[in-house]
């Protein structure tokens, strides 16, 4: 190489440095390298990804910012990602400058083959038309009855003689797999009102659940590479881009004949007795309006995706949790005993367990609300999400972020500051939920605790998934103690949604309601007196 050619280089490589390390200085979060940015640490802690996110936003006092691709042009724009989990940056970028922080191109480019402009997959006037019309359905008692009677349905048939047979046999279960095939169904029936039957003895495969999980895998996949590299594959027929293409057209083929036949059914064809029971979301948005085949079929997809993983993955959560908090299982069991005693009397157990709850038992478990609130703050179903910045804008902690840029807010995070739940935030408490004398569930601040997210995009069936966590994990839990399976190991899985990695075996037991039913009807507190009476003086 000529001398002319290498000091070019040479003054190149200087120029790169000099705009690198100066580039560099602004930034706060983890170690930023010349060319790869950050990549090296996403790498390193691909398998804690969560906590290495928490631990740095602890260390930069709730928020950081770093750079994916440390290239002139591209770094402070698209390469450039500000982390935080303060609430005030929360709001900020979920209410007050909402329109400055859309989902974006990228989230748009990645699900459209699965979820297309469905409500969780756009922005703008295509979201707020889906946004009205779901609002108005998600406020109807109709279906707050239709979700209790599928969720009460595959409880009583198909969960709890599942857990039965394994308590009768001593074996142990997957409650993760258990409980996701529980809410797929319960979605399914929820969302175009077809069952199909994934939790059912011998937990059989189903064609159309296999193609949904495949498709939602090869999407997931999208997030690792990036986008020209996928783009790439998906023209080529390369890889996943292969497998989801051809599980996005099995799921189409399978929603497609449910449309159909649903059309033909309201538009009188079918059964008129048939045609007054369609209370699914499907049948409610034909109603409503002319949508095409394909935006029904968005839209059924869309709240399949977003009902299904959440509410199971929290339950695993939970039940993890509580299994290995004694004090905070019996409680639960406790409140239980004392709302059916209430509703069914006291001294005929058998009545108990003999029929689904009711809506005014269920909103009478304050306390198993508060323990599942607890989980969620600590073991969020979504651990992460992201917005794309419109325009330049000041954060209200002072950051600046710039346009084309991106905000991940971390709601894993989030739940485990000091500075927002106190010394003991990494403490299972469901306590800090309830007033002062235990009788109230108290909610805190939206962006404090955002599972549900918050601002105009706050999850809708907020109420529906508090309603299906609470009759199932009451149903288990009263017939039910479960433990960890010995040698199994909890640990998460790195996902867009917060899986257990192992999923969760569990050893199954039957509960013994004496020591609860004791206490209620004071026996306990009888043969205690008793006891003290008789017992010599010390």
Not at 76 to 104: I, Q, S
Not at 105 to 117: K, N, R
Not at 255 to 268: F, H, P, T
Request: one cysteine or more.
């Amino acid at each position: 190489m000529e001398v002319g050619t290498w000091a070019v280089v040479v003054a190149a490589v200087a120029a790169y440095m000099a705009w690198f390390w100066r580039m560099s200085r602004g930034l706060c979060g983890p170690r930023v390298w010349p060319v790869v940015g950050s990549l090296p640490g996403l790498v390193q802690h691909a398998e804690d990804m969560h906590e290495w996110i928490a631990a740095n936003l602890r260390r930069t006092g709730g928020t950081y910012q770093t750079c994916i691709f440390a290239v002139p042009g591209v770094a402070r724009r698209g390469g450039l990602v500000t982390v935080t989990c303060d609430p005030r940056n929360l709001e900020h970028v979920l209410k007050a400058r909402f329109d400055n922080y859309p989902k974006g191109p990228f989230w748009h480019a990645v699900f459209s083959d699965l979820l297309g402009d469905g409500i969780f997959n756009s922005d703008g006037e295509t979201w707020v038309a889906q946004r009205k019309t779901a609002a108005l359905e998600f406020t109807t008692r109709t279906l707050r009855t239709a979700m209790s009677r599928w969720v009460s349905r595959s409880i009583h048939h198909r969960l709890l003689p599942i857990l039965d047979d394994a308590a009768a046999g001593k074996s142990n279960v997957d409650l993760q797999d258990l409980l996701l095939r529980l809410t797929f169904d319960n979605i399914c029936g929820l969302a175009f009102g077809k069952d199909p039957e994934t939790l059912a003895p011998g937990l059989p495969e189903n064609a159309f659940a296999s193609a949904f999980d495949r498709a939602t895998e090869a999407t997931l996949n999208r997030f690792i590479f990036p986008e020209c590299l996928w783009r790439c594959k998906k023209w080529l027929g390369l890889g996943m881009e292969t497998t989801l293409a051809s599980s996005v057209a099995h799921v189409d083929q399978y929603l497609a004949a449910v449309i159909k036949a649903r059309k033909l059914e309201l538009s009188g064809n079918g059964k008129c007795d048939t045609v007054a029971t369609h209370d699914d979301l499907l049948s409610r948005f034909m109603r409503k309006g002319s949508y095409s085949d394909e935006s029904l079929q968005h839209v059924a997809l869309n709240f399949i995706l977003a009902g299904r993983d959440t509410s199971s993955v929290a339950l695993s959560w939970f039940f993890w949790l509580v299994s290995t908090h004694p004090a905070v299982e019996r409680k639960i069991v406790r409140e239980l005993c004392d709302v059916l005693a209430a509703s069914r009397g006291a001294h005929d157990p058998a009545l108990w367990l003999a029929a689904p709850f009711t809506f005014e038992e269920l909103d009478g478990l304050v306390y198993l609300k508060a323990a599942l609130s607890e989980t969620l703050r600590l073991y969020p179903s979504v651990p992460e999400d992201s917005k794309h910045v419109v325009a330049d804008d000041y954060l209200p902690d002072g950051t600046f972020v710039p346009a084309g840029s991106s905000v991940t807010y971390s709601i894993y995070s989030a739940g485990r500051m000091k500075t927002v739940w106190g010394e003991d935030c990494l403490e299972f408490r469901p306590e800090r939920w309830l007033s002062a004398d235990g009788s109230k569930f108290e909610p805190h601040d939206s962006y404090k605790f955002v599972a549900f997210n918050a601002g105009p995009r706050i999850c809708l069936g907020k109420d529906l998934a508090y309603l299906q966590m609470k009759n199932i994990a009451g149903s288990v839990l009263l017939r039910h103690r479960l433990a960890v399976a010995p040698g199994h190991r909890v640990e998460q899985k790195m996902s867009l949604t917060l899986f257990m990695k192992n999923g969760l075996r569990m050893e199954v037991r039957p509960r013994d309601l004496a020591p609860a039913i004791d206490e209620l009807t004071g026996t306990d507190n009888a043969a205690g007196a008793a006891a003290r009476a008789t017992a010599p003086c010390a």
